[in-house]
C-alpha cells in the first residue's frame, strides 16, 4: 500500500466530544475522495479521550504524549511521523463540512511558491465569520479579518494574505520540512502566524480559499491563551520592524476596512 496523499495532523488536548464530532466529520467528508491518514497527537488528556484513541484504526495513527507539549511540538512530531505529500494540520474543534479539503490542495497545482493555504472559518454554532484571512495592525499585531462578519466577501476567490490561521491549513510536507516547521519557542499561540512571515521571507505566498468553509468552536482547549502575552512579545521582537515596513502597510486597506465594520457592529470590540 502506497503513502497517503494527505496527513491530517490533530493536537488534541481533552474535549473527548469535540474530537468525535471533528473525527466523524473528516470521515463524512472525505470518504473515496483522497487517500489520506490522520495523525492524532493526545497531549496528556484526562478526560477518556486516551480510551478513545486506542480504539481507533486505519486510518487512524495514535501517538501519546506523557506530558502537556503544545500545539507548535505536537505538530512537528505528526509532520516527523507523517507519510502524506501534504500536511493537512487541523485542531479537534474545528468542524469541516462539504467540499472543503479538495480546493485546498487544487491551489498547489495552479500556483506557484505556496505556503500555506487556508480556509474560512465561522464560529460554531454562529451566523458570525471568524477567520477569513490575517491581516497586521500598524503596530504588526495579526488580527484575523472576518471577525464578526455576517456576510463573507471574496466568495470565489482564492486570495492571497499575510498569514493565515492554522486552526484549519494545508502545506507541502517538504516545505514543512524546509523552513524547519513551526519554532517551539511559542505555546499554542503566533506560532502560525510566525511560520507564515518566515515562509514569506523564503519567496512563498499565503492562500486563503473563500469558497473552503468550515466551522471553529475556538479556544476550546484548557489553558488555550495562558501564553498569549509572551507569544505576542515574542513575534513582535523578532518581526515586529519588518511587519511594520511590509505587511502592515499593504494590509492597510483590509485593516481600515475591518475597524470600520467592527466600530459600526460591535464597537466593543474596538475599544476593549
Not at 505529500?85 to 463540512?97: A, Q, S
Request: charged share 25%.
Amino acid at each position: 500500500m502506497g503513502n497517503p496523499k494527505v496527513s491530517i495532523i490533530i493536537s488534541v488536548f481533552g474535549q473527548l466530544e469535540h474530537t468525535r464530532r471533528c473525527l466523524d466529520q473528516l470521515s463524512e467528508t472525505l470518504a473515496g475522495k483522497v487517500d489520506y491518514e490522520v495523525i492524532v497527537i493526545d497531549d496528556a488528556s484526562r478526560d477518556g479521550t486516551v480510551e478513545f484513541l486506542k480504539g481507533l484504526r486505519e486510518p487512524y495513527r495514535i501517538i501519546l504524549n506523557k506530558e502537556n507539549r503544545g500545539f507548535a511540538r505536537n505538530n512537528n512530531l505528526g509532520a516527523r511521523e507523517a507519510r502524506g505529500e501534504y500536511l493537512c494540520l487541523l485542531n479537534n474543534d474545528v468542524f469541516v463540512r462539504g467540499d472543503w479539503l479538495l480546493p485546498m490542495l487544487k491551489v498547489f497545482r495552479e500556483r506557484e511558491k505556496v505556503g500555506l493555504v487556508g480556509n474560512v472559518q465561522r464560529l460554531s454554532n454562529s451566523l458570525r465569520y471568524d477567520h477569513m484571512g490575517v491581516v497586521f495592525s500598524p503596530g504588526g499585531l495579526p488580527r484575523h479579518y472576518g471577525q464578526g462578519f455576517l456576510h463573507r466577501p471574496f466568495k470565489g476567490e482564492t486570495r492571497r494574505w499575510s498569514a493565515v490561521t492554522a486552526a484549519c491549513c494545508v502545506m507541502e510536507a517538504a516545505v514543512f520540512e524546509q523552513v524547519g516547521g513551526f519554532d517551539e519557542i511559542f505555546i499554542n499561540g503566533c506560532e502560525d502566524i510566525d511560520l507564515c512571515l518566515r515562509l514569506a521571507l523564503r519567496g512563498y505566498f499565503n492562500y486563503v480559499v473563500h469558497d473552503s468553509v468550515v466551522d471553529h468552536v475556538k479556544c476550546a482547549s484548557e489553558g488555550r491563551k495562558t501564553h498569549n502575552l509572551r507569544n505576542t512579545e515574542y513575534l513582535l521582537d523578532r518581526w515586529g520592524e519588518s511587519i511594520r515596513r511590509d505587511q502592515a502597510l499593504s494590509d492597510k486597506p483590509l485593516y481600515r476596512r475591518m475597524l470600520l465594520f467592527g466600530l459600526l457592529t460591535r464597537p466593543w470590540t474596538i475599544f476593549s
